[in-house]
């Protein structure tokens, strides 16, 4: 049988061990903590990017694609039924991704929208009223609303490089 002194030694050393377990534990907790943290920052930063990609793929779609679906669609050259189902295909991709795109760009028309668009591939007035067959001063008209919405009437700033940083 063991001594009371025996006894009180093992006592120590076990609450010993139970209080190094206890700060291992609270160690150990923190990281989890810290950890879980940096996955919740690291989720919502992959949820911004994925929107961002996703609004990016239907403004393209918007504006690059669909209105050259629709030239073709007028040429009648063109087989209407392989037009109808690439047409199709495109509303098929955009309507999950589809956001109200103008919304998020301070407010631009359809047509608007378009029009900055191809203003930020570079194409000129002239170029752009040849995509969208609509006439050079309806294009003009545009820039000025497109300015306007953005604020930059009277700035002395280019729409061009302006549209090209936001992309």
Do not use: C, W
Request: hydrophobic fraction near 35%; charge should be positive; avoid cysteine.
């Amino acid at each position: 049988m063991k001594s009371q002194a025996e006894l009180n030694k093992i006592i120590t050393v076990q609450k010993r061990e139970i209080e190094r377990l206890k700060k291992e534990l609270d160690g150990e907790r923190r990281n989890v903590k810290d950890s879980n943290i940096a996955f919740k920052l690291l989720i919502q930063k992959v949820a911004l990017e994925k929107k961002t990609l996703e609004e990016r793929v239907a403004l393209n779609l918007k504006n690059s694609v669909i209105p050259l679906v629709e030239k073709l669609k007028k040429d009648k050259r063109v087989d209407k039924t392989i037009i109808n189902a690439i047409d199709n295909n495109i509303n098929n991709i955009l309507s999950p991704l589809v956001q109200n795109i103008s919304s998020s760009y301070y407010g631009l028309s359809r047509k608007e929208v378009q029009v900055a668009s191809l203003i930020q591939q570079g194409l000129t007035t002239r170029k752009i009223a040849d995509v969208l067959e609509i006439a050079k001063s309806t294009v003009d008209t545009h820039r000025d609303n497109i300015r306007k919405k953005m604020d930059l009437k009277g700035r002395g700033l280019s729409l061009k490089k302006y549209l090209k940083k936001m992309a």
